[in-house]
């Protein structure tokens, strides 16, 4: 019997223990996503920045020799990231593809022209720089028209602040709710020991005595949960730059390891802080009231 129930106290024990280390790892993990967006904010707004295209459509005039230098000079041009030729037979097989169907067939002719597209990089991508970049190309004899979408432009520019002020209030929130959440499982796994914690009071033991196995077990835990994080982290950073290698993430060593630093820390520090106030509010209880 005795046998039975020590087996049931184990198992119950490391069942607290497995919740608590899991809850840790879940939030940690959610939390160093957030921090891997909130790190990378700046990537990612650049990344959408620099798929903006210009398209310097030519006049059907216009020499080979003209449009060959006309790309070198924009490959050479500081606010260049690509500029791509695209002859109107490329153009027009394009173009069909995405309609479904042969509209030169249908006009008898190919009424598109060629064109250079140009991606430009980030920092270069605002109205007013995009309209004098334009100016500059519009005004080559043999450049026909310089097409771009400008009201997507402004709203790029408008939106890339607001979502990185909403990134950074959400990780302020979040962050609160991860300590809360953090605290809260490992609260309720001293409730349970608030005997234990008493008992050991009564026979004379100190505060920092009873407290110190207490915050060492969970410090323990938030490292294992902090562990799983930066596991389920690794994988999701590889994946990221295996999908969209554009985004160079394993590149920027400094940013990962700050931020694998920070969620192993801030499971840690959590833990030990949690720990340390509720077996201090269990030791500043009367026995009578911790019953309720």
């Known amino acids: 019997m005795s046998q039975y129930i ?3 106290q184990r198992r119950k024990l490391i069942s ?41 459509f030519l006049k059907d005039s216009a020499k080979p020799v003209e449009i060959d230098q006309l790309q070198k000079s924009l490959m050479l041009a500081e606010y260049t ?11 027009a097989e394009q173009y069909s593809e995405d309609i479904g169907e042969n509209f030169e067939e249908f006009l008898g002719y190919n009424p598109l022209k060629n064109s250079i597209d ?12 995009i309209d004098e970049i334009a100016e500059e190309l519009a005004a080559k004899a043999y450049v026909d028209e310089v097409s771009y979408d400008k009201p997507l432009i402004s709203l790029l520019n408008n939106n890339a602040r ?8 959400a990780s302020a ?7 809360l959440l953090i605290n809260s499982s ?17 026979v004379g033991a100190t505060k920092t005595f009873i407290r110190r196995p207490f915050i060492w077990t969970n410090i323990k835990l938030g490292m294992a949960g902090a562990f799983v994080a930066l596991i389920g982290l690794g994988v999701l950073v590889y994946y990221i ?47 009578d009231d911790l019953y309720y």
């Open 241 to 287: 730059n295996k999908n969209f290698p554009e985004l160079n993430l394993l590149q920027d060593y400094m940013v990962l390891i700050i931020l694998f630093v920070g969620v192993f820390g801030l499971g840690v520090i959590i833990s030990w802080a949690s720990t340390h106030f509720a077996t201090q509010r269990f030791l500043n209880l009367r026995t």
């Open 118 to 129: 140009v991606n430009l990089k980030a920092d270069f991508v605002s109205p007013q720089q």
């Open 6 to 8: 020590e087996r049931y």
């Open 16 to 56: 607290s223990y497995f919740s608590v280390a899991l809850s840790i790892a879940l939030v940690l993990f959610l939390l160093g996503v957030l921090g891997l967006l909130v790190l990378n904010t700046k990537k990612l707004a650049d990344h959408f920045k620099e798929q903006i295209t210009i398209s310097v």
């Open 162 to 169: 607001k979502i990185s002020l909403w990134i950074l209030v």
């Open 81 to 91: 990231k690509s500029a791509e030729y695209i002859s109107k037979e490329d153009a």
């Open 186 to 202: 490992i609260r309720l796994s001293i409730y349970s020991k608030r005997f234990i914690i008493k008992t050991m009071q009564m």
């Open 173 to 179: 929130v979040f962050t609160v709710i991860a300590v």
